[in-house]
């Protein structure tokens, strides 16, 4: 990632902050009775006008979408309806699809890129059998946030499109309004379907409407979403108005196609085919 | 007047004890739903989200918004006839409105946060407005019909201050389910929801439902009270039925014509699901025929009027009306717009037990709350007539 | 009807008919039905004895903390009466205002006193306080609240048992 005069100033004024403070925190440390406390910097977050992602299915093999996938899920205790954590929570594979949470997936291209029609297109077999990666589009005009009735998912200026878990009432408007298929309900409790819950994320009850954040918790400590971070190098992701992030690159180096560009929504990952 | 409502029949007695077992069968099932999550009761999906319970909203408040035809005739027009039933229209309307704001709630999951709405008011969604508009049109309809009601019981003309109430109510009807076809024709992603003509539609197939629906209650109560609703104003409802189920089903070969025609397989995925089925999948394709073909042949019946004069008959045309429109504004509209998924991909609905149940339980509500308004309606009417 | 109050004041309407009590046993059986369910909190009760709560600090990440550095994140009394006001305040910086253009980060909450923290009810709160059960439920259980957190929000926080100290420096 590029760096600009502001943020060298800025990373070099809180490592002199660490500096200094250092010393201090180092005769805490070594005073007598004193714990061992996990004290942590501040972490640097990464900010941006308009964050992007671009999905290199060139780079991108299944094995490795199954990673960026379980990665996502993990951190962020998705449940996983066909596994119970015990038996006796078993439901039926056609339960299981139903109440699906899902906040990256794969698809086949012409469910990914629908209307191009399979039967009249002679397309190429490379392209024929490759996994989608898909997840939401943080489209710069979703039509999920213009429908929600309470705000309860919302734009923020980094073009991130947020849930606040706290605020949906479950009406699942912004299911009906998102062309992409890409949020999820809880119709029921996810906690016997996670087998490890991850401290640092919390878990959703039901009725409430979820999906991909971009990874906004780690995005404010500094470190990449966690796709970006287990795709090797497939996904690329940094902020669109930054002529020299690297996703400016990889756009201005590649050809790319978004899912459904006509409906005006304006989505922003964009696929290396 | 309130108290017309705690004297009667023991017929009138049997209904309510029917009702309120509807009722409580309901209640026993929403509670499960309260306490387990909405994919304990009902057959929603990740891909099919509204289902049984919005497609109720739907068709209910085209049925709520009839009221303004014969509340126009009569307050705009002065068309004297309907003075006998506006009232009833009225009452039917708060009913149903009723039905639907309750549907809402039984729909949401989490309704111990629906304070959010007006604590969060987001004028650019349409929800919100569906909301307000709703709540408004339930206590127009509660504050005129009571109003005017109690006028006529004291045999004084109504107060001043409600003239401009009922003036309001009569753009307001359309405008409560222009708002309702606006959460759905404003998604671009549901293609099957996509039309213009969502708005147009909705209102031809309330006014072909409620009027018709309102005919067959004004039967009902000349049958078992001593209050005759009138021949003449039956048959004029008849008309505006007529008239309705026509335009609705010339606006479905429109919008047949304009999908098919074109040739755009977005739009075109919807309708084969509907008509002919999909990827092997179609348990609605039988209901959507009847509903469709049932719908075309009420409407040719409704043309001619000697069916319209025999009451029999209108009866039975009418019930063909209701049932049909239902289907295909309920269900049908519904499952239409999410299957198959902007993915393309067919993932069936098929409502569960419980749903249906809850469902009869909120039709419960909505019946009992008629039923009593009803009775109120009809014994000022026999007592102002004796 | 021209004087209409007789010797009961304004009950009678009309002077000439002569006052009964209708379904006086039905009424009576009603009414003392409704009076003892709505004292019944008061004599269901009577004589019970329950103690007031008291909350442990009985925690690994406590003890190890010195004596001065035993301080939450807002002063006793303060937290006490406003610890909900606080996680509301942390819940709109994590999830509604917090961006990297927030200084100094969306995961850093500066308390009156300077200290800063990680606004987590699950890896700060819990962090010290891991005995929720010892400490949390005793106050809520008497008063009989039931927070609704917990229900979304993991009672295990990151590293627990540790000194999941949170403090930033």
């Not at chain 2, 076809?181 to 213009?196: E, I, K, V």
């Given at each position: 990632m590029g760096i600009n005069r502001r943020e060298f100033i800025r990373i070099a004024g809180l490592s002199t902050l660490f500096g200094l403070g250092g010393a201090k925190a180092a005769w805490e440390l070594l005073r007598p009775g004193q714990v061992e406390a996990a004290l942590q910097a501040i972490p640097t977050p990464l900010a941006a006008k308009r964050w992007a992602m671009v999905v290199d299915m060139r780079k991108l093999d299944e094995a490795t979408a199954q990673q960026c996938i379980e990665a996502c899920h993990r951190i962020h205790n998705v449940p996983n309806f066909r596994s119970p954590v015990k038996p006796e929570d078993k439901v039926t594979p056609a339960e299981a699809q139903r109440w699906e949470i899902k906040w990256i997936w794969t698809d086949p291209f012409h469910n990914a890129f629908p209307g191009a029609h399979q039967e009249t297109m002679v397309m190429s077999e490379r392209v024929h059998h490759m996994q989608f990666l898909l997840l939401c589009n943080h489209c710069n005009n979703p039509p999920c946030v213009r429908v929600c009735p309470t705000k309860a998912t919302f734009q923020r200026s980094d073009g991130i499109v947020m849930m606040d878990m706290h605020r949906c009432i479950g009406c699942r408007y912004c299911m009906a309004g998102c062309p992409f298929s890409a949020r999820s309900f809880n119709w029921r409790d996810p906690r016997p379907y996670i087998h490890k819950t991850y401290p640092d994320y919390p878990t959703r009850e039901p009725g409430m409407v979820e999906k991909c954040d971009f990874c906004s918790k780690l995005l404010a400590k500094g470190e990449l979403p966690a796709c970006v971070v287990a795709s090797k190098g497939a996904l690329t992701f940094g902020d669109l108005n930054d002529e020299k992030s690297p996703v400016r690159e990889v756009l201005k180096a590649n050809f790319t196609i978004r899912r459904k560009p006509h409906l005006g929504t304006n989505p922003q990952v964009y696929y290396i085919v | 007047m309130l108290e017309y409502a705690l004297v009667g029949t023991r017929r009138y007695f049997m209904l309510l004890g029917a009702l309120l077992v509807l009722i409580l069968v309901g209640a026993y099932f929403y509670f499960q739903q309260l306490q387990y999550g909405l994919g304990y009761t009902t057959g929603l999906g990740r891909d099919v989200s509204w289902g049984f319970y919005i497609a109720q909203l739907t068709y209910l408040v085209g049925v709520a918004a009839s009221a303004v035809m014969v509340v126009l005739p009569y307050y705009l027009h002065d068309y004297k006839a309907f003075g006998r039933i506006t009232i009833l229209g009225e009452f039917l309307a708060v009913a149903a409105v009723l039905m639907c704001l309750i549907f809402v709630i039984v729909d949401l999951g989490r309704p111990d946060r629906l304070a959010n709405i007006i604590k969060y008011p987001t004028p650019n969604s349409v929800l919100f407005w569906d909301m307000i508009v709703l709540n408004t049109y339930l206590f127009l309809n509660i504050i005129i019909g009571w109003v005017v009601l109690e006028s006529e019981r004291n045999q004084v003309k109504p107060p001043n201050w409600v003239k401009p109430l009922i003036i309001l109510s009569i753009p307001w009807a359309p405008s409560i389910h222009t708002?309702?076809?606006?959460?759905?024709?404003?998604?671009?992603?549901?293609?099957?929801?996509?039309?213009?003509?969502?708005?147009p539609r909705f209102l031809s197939s309330a006014f072909a439902a409620g009027p018709s629906l309102l005919i067959l209650l004004a039967l009902l109560v000349r049958k078992y009270t001593k209050f005759d609703p009138g021949r003449e104003q039956i048959q004029s409802l008849a008309k505006i039925v007529t008239y309705a189920i026509l335009i609705n089903v010339f606006f479905f070969f429109c919008e047949v014509f304009t999908v098919f025609y074109s040739q755009i397989p977005d739009h075109m995925l919807h309708f084969q699901y509907l008509f002919s089925g999909l990827q092997g999948k179609g348990w609605l394709v039988p209901w959507m025929w009847f509903a469709i073909g049932g719908m075309t042949v009420a409407a040719l019946l409704m043309v001619s009027p000697r069916i319209r004069r025999n009451e029999t008959t209108l009866a039975l045309v009418c019930g063909l009306i209701i049932v049909t429109t239902y289907i295909d504004k309920g269900l049908g509209l519904m499952t239409g717009g999410f299957v198959p998924n902007?993915?393309?991909?067919?993932?069936?609905?098929?409502?569960?037990?419980?749903?249906?149940?809850?469902?009869?339980?909120?039709?419960?509500?909505?019946?009992?709350?008629l039923t009593i308004l009803f009775k109120v309606a009809v014994s000022v009417k026999e007592e102002i007539r004796a | 009807m021209a004087d209409y109050k007789n010797e009961f004041g304004w009950f009678a309407e009309r002077p000439g008919v002569e006052k009964k009590v209708y379904n006086k046993f039905p009424v009576l059986i009603g009414l003392v039905a409704f009076v003892i369910l709505a004292t019944a909190p008061l004599w269901l009760n009577a004589g019970r004895d329950v103690p007031p709560p008291q909350p442990s600090l009985d925690t690994p990440a406590i003890q190890k903390l010195t004596q001065q550095e035993r301080q939450c994140v807002l002063p006793l009394s303060e937290i006490r009466a406003t610890h909900m006001?606080?996680?509301?305040?942390?819940?709109?910086?994590?999830?509604?205002?917090?961006?990297?253009?927030?200084?100094?980060?969306?995961?850093?909450?500066?308390?009156?006193?300077?200290?800063?923290?990680?606004?987590?009810?699950?890896?700060?709160?819990?962090?010290?306080?891991?005995?929720?059960?010892?400490?949390?439920?005793?106050c809520h259980n008497y008063v009989a609240v039931v927070p609704n957190c917990w229900g979304c929000h993991l009672q295990e926080p990151a590293t627990a048992g540790q000194v999941a100290q949170a403090e930033v420096k």
């Open positions: - | 708002v309702t076809a606006f959460l759905y024709s404003g998604l671009p992603g549901r293609g099957f929801w996509l039309t213009a003509i969502m708005a902007p993915l393309e991909r067919v993932v069936e609905y098929k409502p569960t037990l419980p749903e249906l149940l809850i469902t009869l339980g909120v039709y419960g509500i909505g019946f009992l709350v | 006001q606080l996680l509301i305040t942390w819940r709109d910086q994590v999830v509604r205002t917090g961006e990297g253009t927030q200084v100094p980060s969306p995961r850093v909450w500066t308390s009156p006193d300077g200290r800063k923290f990680v606004p987590s009810l699950t890896n700060t709160c819990l962090g010290c306080h891991s005995n929720k059960a010892e400490f949390c439920d005793q």
